[in-house]
C-alpha cells in the first residue's frame, strides 16, 4: 500500500528524523537483547542501514538552518517587549542554545573568578543542556554587551530563578498597557487585571511560546519570519 504520509496527505518524514527514529529501535531491541527479553531480532535490526541523501526512499532532505539577517534581527527587535528582546540579543551574542538562555538563572553565570576578581567576559555554564547526557561541559561565553542587559535582571534575583522570567516579563506588559490607557479602568476591567495579575506564574519563557511571539513580531515589521533557533546560527 501507500506509504502513511502519502495517505494522510502530510509532508514526508524528513531524512534525520527516519534515522532517529531506527537508531531508537535499535536501542529499544538493543536494551531488551541484554535483558533476555528479545532474542534474534536486534542482529536483525543492526543490519538495516540508515537512509542517505543519495537514495531517500521517501524521506524528504532537509536544508541547513540559515542565520537571522542582521536587519531582520533589528526590525523584529523593535517590535518585542523589553526582555524577549533582551533574551534575544544575548541569545545572538553568546551563540547559546535557545533553551540555555530560556532558562537561564544567576548560579549559572560565573562573573568572578576562582581568585575573585571580576571577569572580562563573564561564563554562562549551563546546568541542563543538550550535551549532557555525553558527560560534556557547556560553556558560553557572555561579552560586555551581554553583560549590560544582564545586569539589571541579575540585580536581587534569587539564584535558581530564571534571569528571564515570562511571568514578570507577561505582568510588566500589562502594566504599560494599563499605563498607556487613554480612559480610566472601568471596575470590570480592574477585576479583571487583578485576576490575570494573580494568574500569571514565574518560569522560563516555553519555545513554543518564544517563537510565536518571534512570528508576530515579524508579521507586524513585514520582515521574513524566523526562529529563535537560527540565532545560534548568525
Known amino acids: 500500500g501507500k506509504p502513511l504520509f502519502e495517505m494522510r496527505r502530510v509532508s514526508p518524514p524528513a531524512l534525520k528524523t527516519v534515522n532517529d527514529n531506527v537508531n531508537r529501535l535499535r536501542s529499544i531491541f538493543r536494551w531488551g537483547t541484554e535483558r533476555g527479553l528479545v532474542t534474534g531480532v ?22 541547513e538552518v540559515p542565520p537571522v539577517d ?6 523584529t527587535r523593535a517590535h518585542l517587549e523589553k526582555p524577549l528582546a533582551d533574551l534575544l540579543t544575548v541569545l545572538r551574542l553568546s551563540g547559546a542554545r535557545p533553551s540555555e538562555i530560556r532558562n537561564m538563572t544567576p548560579a549559572e553565570i560565573m562573573t568572578h573568578g576562582d581568585d575573585g576578581k571580576p571577569l572580562d567576559v563573564w561564563l554562562l555554564v549551563p546546568t541542563w543542556h543538550k550535551n549532557r547526557h555525553r558527560r560534556q561541559p557547556a560553556v558560553r561565553y557572555l561579552n560586555r554587551e551581554c553583560q549590560r542587559i544582564l545586569r539589571p535582571y541579575l540585580k536581587g534575583r534569587a539564584p535558581d530563578r530564571c534571569v528571564f522570567d515570562a511571568g514578570e516579563a507577561a505582568l510588566a506588559c500589562c502594566d504599560r498597557r494599563r499605563a498607556d490607557r487613554k480612559t480610566s479602568m472601568t471596575p470590570s476591567a480592574q477585576r479583571q487585571y487583578d485576576a490575570a495579575a494573580r494568574d500569571f506564574k514565574s518560569g522560563p519563557y516555553g519555545k513554543d511560546a518564544l517563537n510565536k511571539a518571534i512570528r508576530r513580531a515579524c508579521k507586524r515589521a513585514g520582515v521574513p519570519i524566523w526562529t ?5 546560527h548568525s
Open 228 to 232: 529563535a533557533g537560527q540565532c545560534r
Open 70 to 75: 542582521d536587519g531582520v534581527f533589528l526590525a
Open 42 to 63: 536486534a542482529a536483525d535490526l543492526v543490519a538495516v542501514r540508515s537512509l542517505d541523501r543519495s537514495k531517500l526512499e521517501g524521506a524528504r532532505d532537509t536544508e
